[in-house]
């Protein structure tokens, strides 16, 4: 298994500002992945995060909103952009550390509450 | 759509009590399966998965998982539950082992009462 560690553990920001959230892993993944679990409702896969090119997004959400970064094999950043009360939600990364990319290890989120 | 469905939003069971948490899922072909733990206060664990060959997984801390095809299910069990078994349960599937991508259902609280 890997150590996988987020930064903010939680924030409470203002409507119309951007948060960026950073997660790292304790040793090198070819694949990371960014979910929302949003309250009452599960976890949706929101991109996955290459190394090396574009993250590759989900159906309903864009770059605009939700740029990722993936600068290195351990470490990956998802900012939430303009935001709004509806994106007040638990953000994950997890990371596949075999040849299988669905099995995924999550970090422990970053709670986030828009005002 | 791709979907997972679990039936259960809070299962209440008392300690040595025997546990079956519902997973359905939607999708005919090959399916890549997960229950995932929360325990309060800690993050997402993989608890158990299933690839193909045996239907019956076992898990960690004496957890097990059924998939049978027929059914479109894949529910956790086991035989007698520990207060420290108290934590949300997340059943996930991958449809197709397409890249990555993890459906998961809404989760069941199970609560076990000492």
């Known amino acids: 298994s890997a150590v996988i560690s987020q930064k903010p553990s939680r924030d409470i920001c203002q409507r119309g500002t951007s948060l960026t959230i950073q997660c790292q892993v304790d040793?090198?993944?070819?694949?990371m992945f960014w979910y929302r679990q949003q309250p009452g409702q599960s976890l949706t896969l929101i991109a996955t995060a290459n190394q090396g090119s574009e993250a590759t997004y989900e159906s309903g959400f864009v770059i605009d909103k939700f740029p990722i970064s993936r600068p290195n094999l351990t470490f990956s950043t998802l900012t939430v952009s303009n935001m709004s009360p509806e994106d007040s939600s638990i953000y994950l990364c997890s990371v596949a550390l075999g040849h299988r990319s669905y099995e995924q290890y999550f970090g422990p989120g970053t709670r986030l509450t828009v005002t | 759509a791709q979907s997972v469905s679990q039936h259960n939003h809070h299962v209440i069971l008392s300690e040595a009590a025997s546990l079956e948490l519902g997973c359905n899922y939607s999708?005919?072909?090959?399916?890549?399966l997960f229950w995932y733990v929360q325990y309060p206060g800690q993050h997402l664990q993989l608890l158990l998965k299933y690839f193909s060959g045996d239907p019956l997984v076992k898990g960690i801390k004496g957890f097990e998982a059924e998939f049978i095809k027929s059914k479109f299910s894949f529910n956790l069990r086991k035989p007698s539950v520990q207060w420290s078994d108290t934590a949300e349960y997340f059943c996930a599937v991958n449809y197709g082992g397409s890249q990555g991508n993890l459906i998961f259902g809404k989760g069941t609280k199970l609560s076990v009462k000492p």
């Open positions: 040793s090198q993944v070819t694949m």
């Open positions: 999708y005919g072909g090959t399916v890549n």
